[in-house]
């Protein structure tokens, strides 16, 4: 299996428009975990699912902030407007249900200026 | 969820041995993790306890696990350039969560020639 497959790995974006990070998790994985990376704050777990359906959400910063997983190897999260604050590397994990450990993807770098 | 704590930094001669220490907050969670990025990498899993184990090895690795304390430790046995990285302690925050992660804000680990 290739992994966790995250794109894009880099994007620069201007403040207000719209950005689109995605995920493709490990097949036959149960769970899939979007966390954040900042200098101040670490690693946050933002939302995570299971089954595709959306299960804790509560890490979300703020109504800009929204996921979907539309199907088992798919999930989007989404900044709308994007905001300077934003700017960080984005992780998606996935797991199986039943196994400790998650596997992560490589990230997406995000910055906004 | 609350703070994960970990000393910042740690500098260390090649061939020594590094401890890395953690206090984590949740008497219940049933996982504990040690997890390794190198820069610009993803975050990869070096080893697990679970939380009725006092300690765990596994090749240069050692993990100590004070329940009472809650105080975690990463004992990396003779140190190489390679293991400089950033290491991340973490609490499982159950299996109905798939065993979403609680991260400290990691410690940077920089070994010497």
């Known amino acids: 299996d290739a992994g966790v497959i995250q794109s894009p790995r880099h994007e620069v974006t201007e403040m207000g428009q719209e950005v689109t990070l995605r995920c493709k998790p490990i097949?036959?994985?149960?769970?899939l975990f979007w966390y954040r990376q900042t200098m101040m704050r670490g690693l946050e777990l933002l939302i995570y699912f299971n089954n595709n359906v959306p299960i804790d959400d509560s890490g979300m910063p703020e109504d800009r902030f929204s996921a979907k997983m539309p199907n088992a190897s798919f999930s989007n999260l989404k900044i709308q407007p994007s905001e300077p604050r934003d700017s960080a590397v984005y992780f998606c994990?996935?797991?199986?249900?039943?196994?400790?450990?998650?596997?992560f993807g490589q990230g997406t770098r995000l910055t906004v200026v | 969820g609350e703070d994960v704590e970990q000393s910042l930094f740690l500098s260390v001669r090649e061939g020594d041995s590094s401890v890395i220490n953690c206090t984590y907050t949740?008497?219940?969670?049933?996982?504990l993790y040690w997890y390794k990025q190198e820069p610009g990498a993803g975050l990869q899993l070096l080893t697990y306890?679970?939380?009725?184990?006092d300690m765990k090895q596994d090749q240069r690795l050692t993990v100590l696990l004070n329940k009472k304390d809650k105080h975690l430790s990463l004992r990396i046995a003779d140190t190489q350039t390679g293991d400089s990285a950033i290491y991340f302690c973490a609490e499982g925050m159950g299996s109905n969560s798939g065993y979403a992660l609680n991260f400290g804000k990691g410690t940077s680990l920089l070994v010497t020639p």
């Open positions: 306890i679970f939380s009725n184990m």
């Open positions: 994990a996935s797991s199986r249900q039943g196994n400790t450990e998650a596997f």
């Open positions: 949740d008497s219940s969670s049933t996982y």
């Open positions: 097949s036959g994985h149960d769970y």
